[in-house]
């Protein structure tokens, strides 16, 4: 028996009856016990869950012939027989994240101890509600697969993070893709052959951060992921909080300015429409239209031909038309978060995508806006940082999610 059949069989909702049933529920326990603590002795686990050590020697053994666990060797002992250390295997499973952007997309292979062996960024791709622009991602997919040096039977689970309004749970897709009668999910599962689930991209970026980057202690953090739109992934007591239907974390939708500008979500006022990438290269623009110069315009590149990547490096440059217009978007960002901020009342608030590459230069007035406009009591009570995994926060998230889920699966 592979490891990879011994994972489905212990995480797949099959029914099994009497003993078999009993053990299949005991390794699942032992799987996620050591998935949380790490190497540990048969004595410490048969302590841990409260069954014989007999008993957790049998189902070891049974999980070594499995190939998902092994003997780290003996660990040292001050007197008496030396006990071994038993683990995971890293090999016996593989997780896929792929994160999805306007202009690119990010993918990356986790073992099945959490170590990320394999990347691929930046892959070129435009994201549309379109069959082509599934197909094209079917195919980035595919060819990332293809070039792994594990084999495609020891992939367990792929998440996919797209922006918009996704339920998790059902595997549906409100925003992108969503030309198909199945799930999304479902859709791509029957195409690629592996267990797909599917997540929005901010969740994705904040449970990355929240596992492997930025954080330490914090229980309570908020992600805020400004791209050409703006997410926001909810960290609540440790856990992922996406709301009745999914679609918690609209950030960038709340009405916080009084204009006349036409939200792609087809409101007027959202945050998004005065200060987010996509009001960034508009702004630009209009500068441009009233007299401003830039260096971005001296490859004589037309400000229609202007991505957000574009003015990201004009900033880092030292553009001053960049990084003053940087500045004005962080300010109303800032003011955003305040109102977040004095709602959740978080531990730690988490600045990434492509806008928090520019660091202190939106970094500064957001802080700016948090003194201004968050009550003093919650505000001192929140910490403000940059990503730490920056474009690697959305694979990062998208391989655990999938290794999370079908961990949970029972």
Do not use: W
Request: aromatic share 8%; with cysteine; net charge negative.
């Amino acid at each position: 028996m592979t490891g990879q059949q011994s994972i489905f069989e212990l995480f797949s909702d099959e029914t099994t009856s009497g003993v078999a049933f009993k053990n299949k529920a005991l390794k699942r326990t032992i799987i996620n016990h050591l998935d949380v603590i790490g190497n540990t002795t048969i004595t410490d686990l048969a302590q841990a869950l409260n069954i014989s050590v007999p008993k957790i020697t049998s189902l070891i053994n049974e999980l070594i012939n499995d190939g998902l666990v092994k003997d780290y060797g003996k660990v040292d002992s001050k007197g008496g027989r030396r006990a071994s250390m038993y683990g995971l295997v890293a090999e016996s499973g593989f997780f896929i994240g792929v994160d999805v952007k306007n202009y690119y997309v990010n993918l990356g292979l986790l073992d099945f101890k959490k170590s990320l062996v394999s990347s691929e960024m930046h892959v070129p791709f435009v994201l549309a509600n379109t069959q082509e622009s599934y197909d094209q991602l079917i195919k980035i997919i595919q060819r990332f697969i293809e070039n792994l040096s594990v084999q495609s039977r020891n992939i367990l689970a792929m998440c996919v993070n797209l922006s918009g309004r996704i339920n998790s749970e059902s595997g549906y897709s409100y925003s992108f893709f969503h030309f198909h009668e199945e799930p999304l999910s479902a859709t791509i599962e029957k195409t690629t052959g592996i267990r797909t689930f599917i997540e929005n991209d901010s969740r994705a970026m904040a449970y990355g951060e929240f596992h492997n980057g930025i954080v330490c202690d914090e229980k309570n953090v908020l992600f805020v992921n400004l791209d050409y739109g703006i997410g926001l992934g909810i960290m609540i007591d440790g856990k992922i909080y996406r709301g009745k239907s999914g679609f918690g974390g609209e950030f960038g939708h709340i009405p916080l300015f009084a204009n006349e500008i036409i939200c792609h979500c087809g409101k007027k006022g959202c945050l998004e429409t005065e200060a987010s990438g996509q009001a960034l290269l508009r702004l630009f623009k209009e500068k441009i239209e009233q007299g401003s110069s830039s260096s971005l315009l001296q490859n004589h590149k037309q400000p229609d031909d202007l991505r957000l990547a574009d003015i990201i490096q004009a900033t880092k440059n030292e553009d001053v038309l960049s990084i003053e217009l940087i500045a004005e978007i962080g300010e109303k960002i800032g003011r955003g978060i305040s109102v977040i901020i004095n709602i959740f009342n978080p531990e730690l608030v988490i600045l990434g995508g492509t806008l928090a590459e520019t660091g202190d230069y939106i970094r500064l007035p957001i802080r700016s806006a948090l003194n201004k406009y968050s009550l003093s009591l919650v505000n001192n009570d929140t910490q403000l940082v940059m990503s730490k995994l920056h474009e690697k926060a959305g694979v990062i998230g998208g391989c655990l999610i999938a290794r999370d889920k079908l961990l949970s699966m029972s």
